[in-house]
């Protein structure tokens, strides 16, 4: 295995997004960010508020879902449910798209309710958006990317890991199809530090994991 990227840790949105996820749960995933420097945190919506209480005073961003994991909510919801977030103290949002929509070809529609959410929160927070490849085809990934981007989203990410998780392919395919006009976000089942190297270099500028502890310090054993 070639050498991973030294600043990897930079890389990673730290996630606890399970149902089950409690406020000690939250404040330990905060704590393990700021030790190793992650560069966010990505919680649901009811934690957003607390996480940024814990991180303020450091470079650790909060990140927001919306629409997760199904992204099958009304868009005014989605819009609200955003500037909520922000209101509480998010840096940046991870929207569900409406896989139903894309599933049933409906791409002008994915695009406008992406530009509402963009809408509805300032300028500087980055919008990804969850296109959960899984359950698309490469055609629809790739009309789903182009609708990232007419949307003025800053992301397309390829999952929530709750329908499956992320592969090599999927990065291909979506760094194919942006042409560097927007980043990629790799989640769903990464645990290891290979499995990191090897998204990176497929195109992905950000990993969401919840394992991204166990991976920096797998990669500190070997050096």
């Given amino acids: ?15 606890s997004l399970k149902p089950d996820a409690d406020e000690q749960a939250i404040t330990k995933l905060c704590k393990e ?9 990505a919680v649901n919506p009811i934690w957003v508020r607390t996480a940024a209480e814990i991180v303020q005073g450091t470079n650790v961003k909060v990140v927001s879902t919306v629409a997760f ?13 955003a500037a909520r977030a922000v209101s509480d103290g998010a840096d940046e949002i991870d929207m569900v798209a409406n896989i139903g929509w894309i599933k049933s070809g409906e791409f002008t ?82 645990k290891t530090a290979r499995q990191c190297q090897e998204l990176i270099e497929c195109g992905a500028s950000r990993l969401g994991s919840s394992s991204s502890v166990a991976i ?7 050096t």
Avoid: W
């Fill in 1 to 15: 295995m070639t050498d991973a990227p030294k600043n990897i840790n930079q890389y990673f949105d730290h996630a």
């Fill in 33 to 41: 960010a700021i030790e190793h420097k992650f560069f966010a945190v």
């Fill in 69 to 81: 994991p199904l992204g099958a909510n009304r868009t005014d919801i989605k819009t609200d449910e």
């Fill in 109 to 190: 529609k994915v695009e406008q309710e992406i530009k509402n959410v963009r809408k509805s929160v300032p300028f500087n927070i980055l919008l990804k958006v969850i296109i959960e490849c899984s359950l698309l085809t490469k055609p629809e990934q790739i009309s789903a990317a182009l609708a990232v981007i007419n949307g003025g989203a800053q992301f397309v990410k390829t999952s929530t890991g709750f329908s499956g998780g992320v592969t090599l392919e999927q990065v291909k395919i979506l760094f194919e199809a942006v042409s560097g006009q927007i980043e990629i976000k790799a989640s769903g089942g990464i």
């Fill in 216 to 222: 920096v310090q797998e990669l500190q054993q070997l």
